[in-house]
């Protein structure tokens, strides 16, 4: 799919397919696309080009009984402050077509899951920012959704609120076999909850894998060398024939030179004696330990939090 | 409708929990019917202490209109001019007086006056009947100035009548008829004569006829609070607009208008959960602000229905306003700014806070694109003209082409962020 806004790609030739009862992570640096990749996935908005289907069924914004399978927790605190907790999931409940009795039960089995059910009462806008982004959570799943799209739902939480919702991810994924799509900036979150990981940027993927299979891919680890872009090609050639250098690359920030090694530790001594050799001055070195903060900086250029 | 339903509701618990601002809301336009009656009443009612004068002709009228006007100058706050400058006035320099708005009423006399009622002819139909004698008006004159000047008209002319028909004249009459006069004639003139002499009914020999100047439009005039509780009503109406921006404006803040985007529920749905609860409370609104003015005012309403038919579509323009100016504004800052401008705007020139009727024309015509003043015009043709159902279709039709463009816009122009 590709979204524009006027002049700006903002999601640009994306494909992807999750499968039934993924935990499927987005990551992404901010405006790299990931919520509007969210709002065409959950139907807010139609895309300029393309379409994304839920079990063969296309997602608009005006296909009802899709999105009536689809839940969103947005990343803003999407509640009224002024009803109660359970006045807010009945309201959200009400809107996804529940009524009566099945409405009762559903609100009180969300809120329970959330650990919330003894605050159930108060107003939201009395709750803490934890226990707000918990209610946020479960306005998304009063109505049983098939795919749950949460978007950066552990911003601004305490410890105890995202051990909370990790629970619950873990939880919601071993007992209802739900799919979830997960944004967020945090890598700890993607490697623990996450099937696979989509790495977002500029509209577009450009890594998917699982969280080993992205972290393998760097292999030992990346050693992020800051040279001088008129030196760069020569420096890859003196590095290139080294043999405890996997590969040589340059940097998406096309700024840096990204070597790849079986250790980065062992292998930097002869990368620097390389370069001594060659008599080429560096301006800086970086050593990416093999995770996944590592692999998102090596295919964007980027901190998962620029 | 379900989404509907939902929306209505959780729009009314959260009104529930801001009652300070609904109460605002009541009272603000309950503050104006009562400040702006007490400090605008001599708008409508003439100080005791200052005399009338009301320019009058009687040009060839007589004797009997000369002591009609003698009565009215003795009357306590009356001061009758036969002539200005010199000049004894004729029916046309009085209109013209009257026109300039120099005189709230001015009086003309047919020529001939005196001679038809001395007429021997005048109860067998040698005379045409009833004798018209003119009140012209000011259209800028509220009721209460003119309406005690047309009943001591009215009760000076019934003495001349009652003179006419006295004992002595109705011998007179019955002596200039002679025999001929059939039984049955001279009965009714016998039960007429009592009837001027005794309970003071005179019969209709003689009315007077209410007319604006030459060139004016023919109106009535409201009483005080007749002016105030409709115009007040329609005023605090349309601040509804003000709270509805406010509701849509948090709801895209908090994100939750988003959720909503998400939920299977299409905009036209949304946008009419967001007017029910409010049109509700605009409904109510208007019950309450009448129901002040009859319990408290002694306001007569005349025809609930038809107050209702105006109401209906009033309390939806206003909403439907509120809702468009939601979905048209870039900010809560702006859209409260533009709503409050143009509430204050559209009050004035529609006579919410000045009456239209003393307006000048221009303004008046102005006016007229105002829903304000169509809701104005048609609760009032209830409480003043007296008019019912039939008499209320056009403001009510007015009403609603205006709330359905209001609406349509809102629904048009919505957004979820």
Not at chain 1, 195 to 209: K, S, Y
Request: aromatic share 6%; glycine share 10%.
């Amino acid at each position: 799919m590709t979204h524009r806004y006027g002049d700006l790609t903002a999601v640009d030739d994306l494909s992807l397919e999750i499968a039934r009862g993924e935990v499927f992570g987005i990551l992404g640096p901010n405006g790299a696309g990931k919520s509007t990749l969210i709002s065409i996935m959950s139907g807010m908005l139609a895309p300029t080009a393309g379409a994304v289907t839920l079990g063969g069924s296309e997602v608009t914004p005006t296909a009802h009984a899709v999105k009536r399978r689809l839940g969103v927790v947005p990343q803003d605190l999407a509640l009224y402050e002024a009803l109660s907790g359970r006045e807010n999931l009945r309201f959200f409940g009400r809107v996804y077509g529940l009524s009566g009795r099945r409405l009762r039960d559903r609100a009180a089995a969300v809120l329970d899951v959330v650990g919330l059910a003894d605050r159930a009462g108060d107003a939201a806008g009395a709750y803490s920012g934890g226990m707000k982004r918990r209610l946020n959570l479960a306005a998304g799943l009063i109505h049983e959704p098939e795919l749950l799209m949460l978007d950066e739902p552990t911003v601004g939480v305490d410890p105890q609120s995202r051990a909370h919702i990790f629970d619950n991810v873990e939880r919601m994924r071993r007992e209802t076999g739900m799919t979830i799509v997960y944004t967020t900036h945090y890598m700890e979150e993607a490697e623990r909850l996450c099937d696979r990981v989509a790495i977002v940027d500029h509209g577009r993927i450009v890594a998917l894998d699982t969280p080993r299979g992205l972290i393998q891919s760097l292999g030992g680890g990346v050693i992020q060398l800051g040279v001088d872009a008129a030196q760069r090609e020569r420096a890859a050639q003196a590095l290139a024939p080294l043999r405890s250098v996997r590969g040589v690359a340059p940097g998406p920030d096309g700024q840096s030179l990204n070597v790849e090694a079986a250790s980065a530790q062992h292998t930097l001594v002869d990368v620097m004696q390389a370069l001594n050799a060659a008599s080429l001055p560096l301006a800086s070195v970086r050593i990416l330990e093999p995770n996944l903060e590592s692999v998102f900086l090596r295919f964007t250029g980027r901190s998962l939090r620029d | 409708m379900r989404a509907t339903f939902a929306i209505t509701i959780k729009e009314l618990m959260l009104l529930r929990r801001d009652l300070g601002g609904l109460i605002t809301l009541f009272l603000m336009p309950l503050m104006f019917i009562v400040v702006f009656s007490l400090a605008l009443g001599g708008l409508y009612e003439p100080d005791e202490a200052e005399s009338l004068e009301v320019p009058v002709s009687t040009a060839g009228a007589g004797e009997a209109a000369a002591r009609a006007v003698e009565r009215l100058d003795a009357v306590d706050g009356l001061t009758m001019l036969r002539q200005i400058d010199g000049q004894p006035l004729d029916p046309a320099r009085v209109a013209a007086l009257v026109a300039a708005a120099e005189y709230p009423v001015g009086i003309v006399f047919p020529e001939g006056f005196t001679a038809a009622l001395d007429d021997p002819r005048l109860l067998t139909g040698g005379v045409d009947l009833p004798l018209r004698v003119t009140a012209i008006v000011d259209p800028a004159a509220s009721a209460p100035v003119t309406a005690p000047i047309e009943a001591a008209l009215r009760g000076a002319l019934q003495q001349e009548v009652g003179r006419a028909l006295s004992s002595a004249g109705v011998e007179a009459l019955l002596a200039g008829l002679g025999a001929s006069l059939p039984a049955e004639a001279r009965q009714q003139l016998a039960a007429m004569q009592q009837a001027a002499g005794g309970d003071g009914q005179a019969p209709p020999l003689v009315t007077v006829d209410r007319q604006v100047p030459p060139g004016v439009e023919r109106e009535q005039f409201p009483s005080t609070y007749q002016q105030n509780v409709p115009s007040y009503t329609v005023l605090g109406v349309f601040f509804i607009a003000t709270v509805m921006i406010t509701s849509v404006f948090r709801e895209r803040t908090s994100g939750a208008m988003r959720r909503l985007r998400a939920a299977p529920v299409g905009r036209a749905p949304i946008v009419l959960g967001k007017l029910i609860p409010y049109y509700l409370i605009n409904l109510v609104q208007i019950v309450i602000m009448f129901a002040v003015g009859r319990l408290i005012f002694g306001l007569e309403l005349g025809s609930v229905p038809a107050l209702l038919v105006v109401s209906l579509p009033l309390a939806l323009t206003a909403t439907g306003l509120g809702m468009a100016i939601a979905n048209l504004a870039r900010s809560e800052t702006q859209g409260i700014g533009l709503a409050v401008m143009l509430v204050l705007t559209l009050a004035a020139l529609g006579g919410s806070m000045v009456p239209s009727f003393i307006m000048p024309e221009a303004m008046q015509l102005i006016g007229r694109v105002t829903p304000h003043a169509w809701a104005i015009q048609g609760f009032q043709d209830v409480l003043v003209r007296g008019q019912g159902l039939g008499g209320v279709w056009l403001e009510a039709g007015v009403l609603s082409i205006y709330a359905v463009v209001f609406t349509a816009v809102g629904v048009w122009r919505f957004r979820f962020e």
